[in-house]
């Protein structure tokens, strides 16, 4: 059984079109099989071969499912196999597969990584050296009610008083605020903007693990809080996660919704409730915090066994330059990772958030821990989050039992220099 699933994860691999036999250097790209991300990619590469006729580039079906796509990267990666020569990773895995040897630094291509959002940039730098380029950007954002709010909450005191105050339980508005409170990742990144908002971190910038520390018991309290304190957010939040919160808001129930940019659209629609009566803000802070979303996007690199890395990097540029980040945003809606795009009106024009505030958002994003063992130490949060938030701990006791096992974590695997790094300027 193990053996078939591998070679079915291996037939995923095949190219989509393979051109005919030449002697030209091929270069393969993973990317989506149908939609209209796969047609937009197809005409990007056509573009780019027209314009480097020496470079075939074949695009490869790989899973949209992200789980699926790591475990295949891995596969194929552990074999050092030279295909595929461009990885699409998700914005925590960089430091992953750079700590395993899989991706080819990128310093020595010299990429003007200034003209990225300085976050983008963070994320996918490990020990002093660039790994990936960011693609386009995703962002936890605050959505609100503007029909039964004057203006977005600036404080958490005031959001607990605005989901209060924009409750309208005659006309079925009985949630203030709804957020993902499964036990997923999601919940990592809901944790993170209350987190950066209450002025703590999960990892200090030595690598310290200090998701223990008063600040961060502090913003749990206020999570928990919501649901058994004050009545703000429902207690099914404990198992939801974006969709089945989109819902709940989409259908007119909450006052407000912490969520990802791609329900914004979804929401305008002519079958949702609140189209028109509703915008879009960063998370809020307290004293002492700063007003924090979650980084969350798609990165490209080059794996560290392509046999042809300088053509890899060619294309590589090419899909994160300016003409095809904006035609990215035109046809999939994705926010562009270059902050000089969002002056173009013509951005302001095709994203369903209006570009500006779109800006404002992303400027405030926080990455999650850079750290090649993120994933392990995600787990062991997750778990104690959910403690305490479903009352089987204190959030004192849930956070400082993290932290022991995240310490134990990093002791274990000998990683020893997690600090989120700034040498890529």
Known sequence: MRASRAAAAALLLLPLACGGADDRPVITLPGSAVGAEAELLRRQIDRFTKEHPGIRVELQ????????????????????????DILQLDVIWTPEFAAAGWLLPLDRFDADTTAFFRP????NVWDDTLYAIPWFVDVGMLYWRTDLLDAPPETMEALVEAARRGKRPAEAVTRGIVWQGARYEGLVTVFLEYLGGFGGEILADDGTVVVDSPEAVEALSFMRDQIHRWDVAPEQVLTWHEEETRFAFQNGTAVMMRNWPYAYALMSGEDSRVAGRFAVAPMPAAPG????????????????????????????????APEQMLERAVVAGQFPTRPALFDDPALDEVLAIPAERAREIIERATARPVTPIYTQLSEILQIQLHRALVGQAEPADALETAAEGMRRAIEETGVRDLRRREGAR
């Open 120 to 123: 983008t940039v963070e994320a």
């Open 61 to 84: 079906r790989t899973p949209d499912d992200a789980t699926q796509r790591h475990q295949l990267y891995v596969q194929r990666l552990n074999a050092r196999s030279d295909d595929p």
């Open 289 to 320: 915090g700063e007003p924090t979303v979650a980084l969350g996007g798609s990165q490209l690199a080059i794996s560290a066994h392509s046999d042809a890395p300088e053509h890899a990097w060619a294309l590589l540029e090419f899909l994160t």
